[in-house]
């Protein structure tokens, strides 16, 4: 199947930063890349949709300045997260949809970014 | 979007049969069911998608009623690797994916 690799897999960070998250498709163009954030036993939540070409749809309560999204090719979507605190530190996780036309709803994750803000 | 029900958590033994149900009553016309698996740290893991009657693969084996209100996974003979977190999402093809709360799988040797 398709594969969407993400990385990296964990990066440690001072308060302040900013640390940026790469979600690439490697065998497929993604239009559409999906990020989630994951709390400790939570379930993913979506935070926002990057499309190729065009600015990032983001859902409610995501601040879009400190989360910064680029989608600038078909095979790469990019997560910023901008002065980093804390409270930000959780696991990230890219997603594209499938590929094989309607019937085919299978979605490929990255294998996810955990931040750890300190 | 079509929201899902799940049991939050079960227990299995080495070997044994587990059967997820999932609820979602809200399923549209357009919309298929899909289990992903997640291990932790790590991104979900496509398992079985269908959208009536019964599917099968290699790994699981997905049960939908007429109805298309509920819908179960069933892993045949389990091991301690499938110890896992189990979702049950129901969607279009392109659209995001909005998750549940899950089922933790936990089996016991």
């Known amino acids: 199947g398709a594969v969407v690799s993400q990385h990296p897999s964990w990066v440690i960070c001072k308060s302040g930063t900013s640390v940026k998250i790469e979600c690439r498709s490697l065998d497929f163009q993604a239009t559409t890349m999906f990020w989630y954030r994951q709390f400790p036993k939570q379930s993913l939540m979506l935070m926002a949709t990057?499309?190729?070409?065009?600015?990032?749809?983001?859902e409610q309560g995501v601040e879009k300045d400190k989360f910064l999204i680029n989608h600038a090719s078909l095979t790469l979507s990019t997560l910023t997260v901008t002065s980093a605190h804390p409270e930000d530190s959780s696991f990230y996780i890219c997603s594209a949809p499938g590929t094989g036309g309607y019937e085919n709803t299978e979605a490929f994750f990255g294998q996810g970014t955990r931040l750890t803000v300190v | 979007l079509a929201k899902t029900t799940q049991p939050i958590s079960m227990d299995s033994y080495e070997g044994q049969e587990v059967n997820i149900t999932c609820s979602h009553n809200?399923?549209?016309?357009?919309?298929?069911i899909t289990w992903y698996q997640q291990f932790p740290s790590q991104g979900p893991r496509f398992i079985i998608q269908?959208?009536?009657t019964k599917v099968t693969n290699e790994v699981a084996s997905l049960f939908i009623p007429a109805d298309r209100k509920s819908s179960t996974l069933s892993l045949p003979r389990v091991s301690l690797s499938d110890t896992a977190v189990y979702y049950c999402l129901v969607n279009n093809a392109g659209n995001m994916l909005t998750f549940g709360g899950g089922t933790r799988l936990m089996v016991k040797p």
């Open positions: 990057s499309n190729e070409g065009s600015k990032a749809t983001y």
């Open positions: 809200n399923i549209a016309t357009n919309d298929y």
């Open positions: 269908g959208y009536k």
